[in-house]
Nanobody, 115 residues
């Protein structure tokens, strides 16, 4: 059974930083590209960043240069380092493989950027 558990969210001031973690169980982590997604209130869930098996990464334009996605294969964990946070980054952040699998969505972790 696949389980993805996100952690590391919280309240941070604009310009601050957070590091999110996603612990993955099962074989999903080793076989697939992994992504971080987010959903703000009243908005659709969107892809934020993806890391491919070879290590290549891709980001949505609004977070380029501020966010960094990495994966630790030994720990079956994916990270999202977020810097220079803006109020518009406020959302619940989720991880999933890319493309996402509906059954793999976890509870997410809330990130709130506010002064």
């Amino acid at each position: 059974q696949v389980q993805l558990v996100e952690s590391g969210g919280g309240l941070v001031q604009p310009g601050g930083s957070l590091r999110l973690s996603c612990a993955a169980s099962g074989s999903v982590f080793s076989r697939n590209a992994m992504g971080w997604y987010r959903q703000a209130p009243g908005e659709h869930r969107e892809l934020v960043a993806v890391v491919f098996n070879g290590g290549n990464t891709n980001y949505r334009d609004s977070v380029k240069g501020r966010f960094a996605i990495t994966r630790d294969k030994a720990k079956n964990t994916v990270y999202l380092q977020m810097s220079s946070l803006k109020p518009e980054d406020t959302a619940v952040y989720y991880c999933n493989q890319w493309p996402p699998v509906w059954d793999y969505w976890g509870q997410g972790t809330q990130v709130t950027v506010s002064s």
